[in-house]
């Protein structure tokens, strides 16, 4: 049950803003100015609490301005969401509120250490998900004992290793 908490958190933080805005007509592509990615108004506040609360009809108008394949990637997590126990649901809240609070860059290193996992095979995945749960639970003194030992660097390629400690952006103080 950990893992599809996991995968959910990482699925969901990997979306990005789940109000996006609808998908903007095809033109030229434009130069884009690097702006950081927008702070969560109350960072006490998590956007996945914040889809939940909306009426019905709001939440469904979202839904619908979404490109299909995220809209349907949303509503299977959602449902996924509403079976995952409290307690792993509220580990979740606290992930989300915690990769708002962070600084933009440190927000772009957890969201790309989510992709990076994403392209792995699913045995590595599945490594790298229970080594971040294992991590998370560990004080920073144990996680870089952990991250300096000779099983760690032989159970995980450097690649892996610089995911999982961007991952680790989650849990490392500010």
């Known amino acids: 049950m950990r893992l599809l908490l996991q995968t959910f958190l990482i699925g969901f933080l990997s979306t990005g803003s789940i109000l996006a805005a609808p998908p903007r007509a095809a033109s030229a592509p434009k130069p884009r100015a690097e702006k950081p990615p927008a702070q969560h108004a109350n960072p006490a506040r998590s956007p996945l609490k914040d889809f939940e609360k909306l009426p019905p009809e709001q939440r469904q108008r979202a839904l619908e301005n979404m490109p299909e394949r995220r809209r349907e990637r949303l509503e299977r ?39 990076e996992m994403r392209q792995l095979p699913a045995d590595r995945q599945a490594a790298l998900r229970q080594e971040f749960q294992a991590q998370s639970e560990m004080s920073a003194e144990q996680r870089k ?30």
């Not at 792993?88 to 957890?110: C, F, I, K, S, Y």
């Not at 995911?163 to 500010?174: G, M, R, S, V």
């Open 145 to 174: 004992a952990r991250t300096d030992s000779k099983d760690y660097k032989s159970a995980f390629s450097g690649p892996e290793r610089k995911t999982l400690t961007n991952l680790n952006e989650l849990n490392a103080p500010d």
């Open 77 to 115: 997590q959602m449902e996924r969401l509403q079976q995952t126990p409290p307690e792993q649901r509220a580990r979740m809240e606290q992930w989300a509120t915690r990769l708002q609070q962070l600084p933009p860059e440190r927000q772009q290193r957890v969201r790309s250490a989510i992709q």
